[in-house]
């Protein structure tokens, strides 16, 4: 596994694009497969979850071709197949998606159960209640989900859980059933918007998507469609929360700033400067970080994928903050990670208590998940001493030139390729 070597001490200061986002895009390759005609699709994110749908899709028949670092046009008029190869699947938890999507082409599916992750348990309880009530019968063996229906039905379907995931997934499968479906308690994500506008464009009907009410009247065909990914807020709040936590003063640019609306009251709150303007917010941070009370919610609450960053920012705030995560049961593993670097963090069931004021002293730390990966980079921004990274492979899953980027904002940060065991510096 890589290693990433990160100098702390450098004020981040300069302009970051951000990239395509990765939770619209990991729903929104499976869904081409739904269409019968051509696929254009532009602002993908050049990350390994990205890599690894297209390669799934290669191998279930769609021809594909590459048009640049963030662009592919695909062909899935002549699938080959429902059952995408077990050991692509198991390097994302998204590919559950194909499952909604194969079912919408085929009627038929037949996906490995989804790997665990380093959130705690993961679920997909309401994916399965949801196909159910849409008629298709599940079998689970050999660790196969195999899903099958002669022709899904619209139902009425109130998720137990606002989960991203069933949310999305219900409507691929719906957008094919006979008559309409809506889905109660939906989730509301920026991403879920961008997959219903994309399936709109291939000729399905969906309206509500952003909001807790989603109706979907299926159609019988999808066509051919081009799609521009929105920015992913999720990357950009991860730099906007790097800035902040190195003193510095960055631009983030073509963002959406509505997506971000919770995170830049956050980060006022914390005493950064916040200026929005329509496609880019700039972040810069002068005086003491204020401590701040942190609670995780389902969009537009503030998001549980920027939790971890939260806290490696709130250790350099004057006092104590709380974070309360809300969304998964297990999402603190970067907690012992950050208290390596000397953090001062007492974890109580949800709660996390962060005794802010200390620096952080740079220690050998490992990524448990993407976004815990990126919160100890930024520790290690933030830290005295050169933080080694192990398990930076996590981090490539979901930030697109993520060193590259930071490096262009005056950070001192280098990846050492590990070949083999053998360690090899990869030059700046
Ligand atoms: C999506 O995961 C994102 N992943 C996650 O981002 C994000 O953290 C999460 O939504 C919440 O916003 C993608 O979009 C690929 P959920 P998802 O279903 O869909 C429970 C990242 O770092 N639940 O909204 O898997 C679940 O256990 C990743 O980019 C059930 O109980 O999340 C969790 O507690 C990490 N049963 C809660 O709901 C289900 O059937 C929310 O999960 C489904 C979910």
């Known amino acids: 596994m890589d290693t990433i070597v990160i100098g702390g001490g450098n004020k981040l200061h300069g302009k970051v694009r951000i990239s395509g986002a990765k939770n619209a895009a990991v729903a929104i390759l499976p869904a081409a497969l739904m269409s019968t005609g051509k696929i254009s699709l532009s ?3 050049d990350i390994n979850d990205v890599r690894t749908l297209i390669a799934i899709l290669e191998n279930l028949g769609v021809a594909i071709r590459r048009r640049g670092r963030n662009a592919v046009e695909l062909n899935p008029s002549r699938l080959r197949g429902y059952s995408p190869p077990y050991e692509l699947v198991k390097k994302m938890r998204a590919s559950y998606y194909l499952m909604g999507s194969l079912l919408a082409r085929f009627g038929r599916a037949e996906v490995p159960i989804p790997g665990g992750c380093d959130l705690g348990p993961r679920p997909i309880d309401q994916h ?21 229906v002669a022709k899904m039905r619209g139902a009425h379907i109130y998720l137990d859980v606002v989960s991203v995931g069933a949310t999305i997934n219900l409507m691929l499968a719906a957008a ?3 008559g309409r479906t809506v889905l109660e308690n939906a989730a509301k994500e920026p ?5 219903a506008n994309f399936l709109n464009a291939m000729g399905a009907s969906i309206k509500g998507a952003g909001t807790d009410v989603i109706r979907i009247d299926g159609v019988s065909q999808f066509g051919s469609a081009e799609h521009m990914v929105i920015p992913d807020r999720i990357e950009a709040g991860t730099y906007m929360m790097a800035a902040a936590a190195t003193g510095g003063e960055i631009v983030v640019e073509d963002v959406i700033p509505k997506h971000l609306e919770a995170v830049t009251a956050k980060l006022r709150e914390m005493g950064v400067t916040v200026d929005v303007e329509p496609e880019r917010i700039w972040v810069k941070r002068t005086d003491h970080l204020l401590p701040s009370d942190i609670k995780t919610f389902p969009y537009p609450g503030f998001p549980t994928d920027l939790q971890p960053l939260s806290m490696a920012l709130l250790t350099a705030a004057e006092g ?3 974070i309360t995560e809300n969304v998964f049961d297990g999402r603190f593993r970067h907690v012992d990670e950050l208290k390596r670097m000397g953090a001062q963090i007492k974890v109580e069931g949800r709660t996390a208590v962060v005794e802010g004021g200390q620096p952080l002293s740079a220690a050998p730390v490992a990524a448990t998940d993407l976004r815990a990966g990126a919160a100890l980079v930024v520790a ?3 830290a005295r001493g050169e933080t080694v990274l192990s ?5 490539d899953r979901g930030y697109e030139q993520f060193e590259e980027k930071l490096r262009g904002l005056g950070a001192s940060i280098k990846r050492v390729r590990s ?7 990869k030059p700046l």
């Open 43 to 45: 602002n993908l994110p």
């Open 128 to 148: 399965l209640k949801g196909f159910a009530a849409l008629g298709v019968d599940i079998e689970i063996e050999h660790g196969l989900i195999k899903l099958a």
């Open 176 to 178: 094919a059933a006979e």
């Open 191 to 195: 991403e879920i918007v961008d997959v």
């Open 320 to 322: 104590t903050s709380i």
């Open 380 to 382: 290690g921004l933030m």
């Open 391 to 395: 398990e930076a492979e996590h981090i």
């Open 419 to 425: 070949r083999g065991g053998i360690m090899v510096r």
